[in-house]
């Protein structure tokens, strides 16, 4: 297959999961808008009786949501930057997709966390989870509060990020060394056939 029918492939399957992963993007923040809607309204008429209510619906359908933008980002970088030559438009469509990816993972999911952990759930230091024995402790009594296991797990989730995120960029500039070491593409023919100039 020739570069130009690869990119051709490429653009039409990127498109088809921008679209995709948009609807279900969309479909998924309406559930999550209907998933917060009171159950009556203020002259005591039922609301959408068949919407189930509560955090956990509406963390599966932000999560739902967040999916379907992510295979619509994907999809953009499928079509407009995956095997192309890089120009300043793709360049900064790239910058826009990198930017908001790290918008999604350094902002949108941990304030969603703390926003389930704090306002939901209420782990506060008031909430006293995994008792520490007292040997350990010369007969103190001590134990770990539902924030601590929250900011651990914020934490925790905000190094390992950074920690793949760094892995990730490094990864990819020494592909992009190796794919300059071996030189520009051969051009082949519809055959299968490498191309090659003649002079006269």
């Known amino acids: 297959m020739s ?14 999961l921008m679209v995709a992963g948009a609807a279900l993007a969309l479909a998924a923040a309406y559930a999550v808008h209907l998933i917060g ?18 955090w956990v619906p509406t963390l599966g359908a932000q999560i739902i949501s ?17 095997k192309r030559e890089m120009t300043w438009a793709r360049a900064s469509i790239g910058a826009f997709l990198f930017t908001g990816l790290m918008i999604i993972l350094y902002g949108v999911i941990p304030n969603e966390f703390l926003t389930v952990t704090q306002s939901t759930l209420d782990w506060s230091s008031l909430k006293e989870w ?18 601590a296991i929250k900011d651990l ?22 592909r992009a060394k190796r794919l300059a070491e071996q030189g520009p593409p051969v051009k082949v023919s519809k055959y299968g056939r490498p191309l090659t100039r003649v002079e006269r």
């Open 3 to 16: 570069q130009t029918a690869a990119q051709q492939r490429y653009l039409r399957v990127g498109i088809i």
């Open 37 to 54: 809607l009171p159950e009556e309204n203020s002259f005591g008429v039922e609301l959408y009786p068949s919407v189930p209510r509560g």
């Open 66 to 82: 967040l999916s379907g933008l992510l295979v619509a980002m994907a999809g953009m970088a499928l079509a407009f930057l995956y």
């Open 130 to 147: 995994v008792p520490i024995p007292s040997v350990l402790t010369f007969g103190n009594e001590i134990s770990i509060s539902a924030a």
């Open 153 to 174: 797990i914020g934490q925790g989730y905000i190094l390992t990020v950074t920690v793949a995120v760094a892995v990730t960029m490094w990864k990819w500039q020494d």
